[in-house]
């Protein structure tokens, strides 16, 4: 690919994720050409304005849902929306129809990539900053323009690898067994790697996954750690010490799922008395529901909230558990760091924890699980130290460290 200098960046991604953020902060740095996207709230546009018309209840939910698209701090003028598959994609995924939310996905992805190669086909000085599985077109028609692939998964060859593990340790806890990527996307995201200047990945596990697959790419690849939202999570009241004589309050947030590792913090919990230790999950159920049955009356199952209320359900816990087989960042992991929680994690995710916060675990089983979560419950003195440390280890995360690093790269990269 061809190089010329450039002032704007054009981000770009069918859905949300980080892309907000990275939007703002090339707004916040006078470098943001326009972000595409598909769902953006603008309160007099269609279908948001619609709310004003709806019934009571059904305004409330409507709100609800579409403040997880609310960001009213980027420009709107510098917003393009389209594309109507990421509409029905979400239609069937709270349907429970998984499999056609992927395809409908996967068809979305390339009418969206389509409609972003037009962009990068057409006049002004901007490179491109696009997300994996849906960058090929834009980067295929970039004419010269600088590509930079954020990608927030790690290698999907890496990820088929981690699903293969899950499925022959645990296959009675995976809830749609056989779903793998496919060649023919594997091969996509290979294409879009090789076309962009600069690849990007939200930790060092996403970073070495893709060089064990293609060392070539090593002087390509950068780590640049996601953030959680100051805005959400920088002004929370006082944190209270967890006591002797009350249960540590243990708290996953996330897709239920075996490849989230929720199973292993249930089958920890039940080596642990009630009065010891309590367990809340946040999030969509994707267990099956006769592995889950026999630990239900233990765990208190949040479903799906706005992102609003998940300040207020962390400060009402001690400690974070998150042993997930794979990861392209840790965002949940920031929050929770944030919100004053220790953080029991796997290395599979961003290494967000360190010697002061909580605990780094070495294996992904049953046995790892409940001996940190029994180190938690024996000493609370060193959960409190934990606990303290934590806001402070969160700084390393924040939006600003977030900008800063997007600057850096653009530096080097522009």
């Known amino acids: 690919m061809s190089l010329r200098g450039t002032d704007d960046v054009l981000v770009f991604h069918p859905g949300t994720q980080h892309s907000w953020q990275t939007a703002l902060a090339l707004q916040q740095l006078g470098?943001?050409?326009?972000?595409?996207?598909?769902?953006f709230e603008k309160l007099d546009a269609w279908p948001y304005r619609a709310v004003r018309y709806l019934p009571g209840g059904l305004a409330a939910k409507a709100r609800s849902e579409f403040a997880r698209f609310s960001h009213p701090a980027i420009d709107p003028d510098k917003v393009l929306t389209f594309g109507w598959h990421e509409w029905v994609e979400r239609v069937a995924r709270r349907g429970g129809l998984d499999g056609l939310a992927r395809e409908i996905d996967r068809i979305g992805n390339a009418a969206f990539g389509r409609r972003i190669a037009e962009l990068a086909d057409?006049?002004?000085?901007?490179?491109?900053?696009g997300y994996n599985g849906s960058s090929l077109s834009a980067f295929r028609?970039?004419?010269?323009r600088k590509a930079i692939y954020d990608r927030t998964t790690p290698s999907l060859r890496k990820v088929n690898a981690a699903i293969d593990e899950i499925e022959e340790?645990?296959?009675q806890w995976v809830a749609e067994p056989g779903q793998r990527y496919s060649q023919q996307r594997i091969e996509l995201e290979d294409e879009e790697q090789a076309l962009a200047d600069v690849i990007v990945t939200g930790s060092e596990f996403a970073r070495d996954s893709v060089i064990a697959d293609d060392p070539a790419l090593k002087d390509k690849v950068r780590v640049l750690p996601y953030c959680y939202d100051e805005a959400l999570f920088g002004q929370l009241p006082e944190m209270t010490e967890a006591k002797r004589g009350e249960p540590v309050r243990f708290l996953f947030i996330g897709g239920i799922s075996a490849r989230k590792g929720v199973h292993l913090i249930l089958d920890a919990l039940a080596g642990l008395p009630e009065s010891a230790a309590t367990l809340t999950l946040v999030g969509r159920m994707?267990?099956?529901?006769?592995a889950f049955a026999p630990f239900a009356e233990r765990v208190n199952h949040i479903p799906a909230v706005p992102r609003s209320a998940i300040p207020a359900i962390m400060r009402q816990h001690h400690a974070f558990v998150f042993p997930s087989f794979y990861e392209g960042g840790g965002i949940a992991l920031y929050e929770?760091?944030?919100s004053g929680l220790a953080l029991i994690q796997t290395k599979n995710a961003s290494q967000a924890v360190d010697d002061g916060t909580g605990i780094m675990l070495d294996r992904l089983d049953v046995e790892s699980v409940r001996d940190a979560m029994l180190r938690v419950v024996d000493d609370r003195d060193l959960l409190n130290k934990w606990r303290q440390a934590a806001p402070k280890r969160a700084e390393a995360f924040t939006f600003t460290r977030y900008r800063d690093g997007i600057a850096d790269l653009l530096g080097e990269v522009l």
């Open 31 to 39: 470098r943001l050409h326009a972000y595409a996207t598909s769902i």
């Open 122 to 129: 057409g006049q002004g000085d901007f490179a491109l900053w």
């Open 141 to 144: 028609a970039a004419s010269g």
């Open 169 to 171: 340790r645990f296959p």
């Open 286 to 290: 994707d267990l099956p529901e006769a």
């Open 336 to 338: 929770a760091l944030a």
